[in-house]
Nanobody, 117 residues
């Protein structure tokens, strides 16, 4: 099993920045890649960004390309999501995700990000 704990959400004005963190524990060795998803009220959960264990390969949703950056610190078993130029439409609960080499999905509890003036 893998446990994921997110932090760093909050209220920010449009154009502002936030950095989310996701600390992983448990069966770290089994993780293939990690990522961030988000879910806005009344909408389906959507993929925001992913990063492989090595950190070499990253992917982004078109809506966040150029504004968000995913990174990881393997020494701390932590994945980050740096969010810049935030827009009201980025408001959502952000979830950390880990996928094991056997295809199992693990989720954090979520952290609220609100972009509003």
């Amino acid at each position: 099993q893998v446990q994921l704990v997110e932090s760093g959400g909050g209220l920010v004005q449009p154009g502002g920045s936030l950095r989310l963190s996701c600390a992983a524990s448990g069966s770290i060795f089994s993780i293939y890649h990690m990522g961030w998803y988000r879910q806005a009220p009344g909408k389906q959960r959507e993929l925001v960004a992913t990063i492989t264990t090595s950190g070499v390969t990253t992917t982004y949703a078109d809506s966040v390309k150029g504004r968000f950056t995913i990174s990881r610190d393997n020494a701390k078993n932590t994945v980050y999501l740096q969010m810049n130029s935030l827009k009201p439409e980025d408001t959502a609960v952000y979830y950390c995700n880990a996928v094991s080499r056997t295809g199992d999905y693990f989720w954090g509890q979520g952290t609220q990000v609100t972009v509003s003036s």
